[in-house]
């Protein structure tokens, strides 16, 4: 797992899912896998990530609900639709700027 990159998108930036229909704002960011090996076996095979690769936490939500997800950069890209999110927990880790950017009210470090 040496072969790390640097994460392609940034906090506070809203990313879709590649292949599944819900999106989110990225909140924190893992530089390679950095869950359970049983998280990462329960996907199926022909689906399953790379390990070596950044993975992403996000505040998500699809038409129905909102949740956290973890998502691998590969199934991820930016979301052009301008649309606001509702995830409930957005205003206690981000504000907004004038131009409707959001922007983390804190960074962790690792």
Avoid: C
């Avoid at 229909?21 to 893992?30: A, C, N």
């Avoid at 993975?55 to 609900?65: S, V």
């Avoid at 606001?84 to 950017?101: C, I, V």
């Amino acid at each position: 797992m040496g072969n790390a990159r640097n994460a392609k998108y940034r906090l506070g930036q809203i990313v879709r899912h590649r292949v599944h229909p819900f999106r989110g704002i990225i909140f924190d960011v893992d530089p390679v896998f950095d869950n359970t090996e049983e998280w990462w076996q329960s996907i199926p095979a022909e689906f399953r990530p790379a390990k070596d690769q950044p993975y992403y936490h996000l505040l998500a939500e699809n038409e129905k609900t909102e949740y956290v997800a973890y998502v691998s950069e590969q199934n991820l890209l930016p979301d052009e639709t301008g649309k606001p999110l509702r995830h409930p927990q957005l205003r206690e880790m981000f504000a907004t700027d004038e131009a409707g950017e959001y922007h983390p009210l804190f960074v962790e470090t690792h």
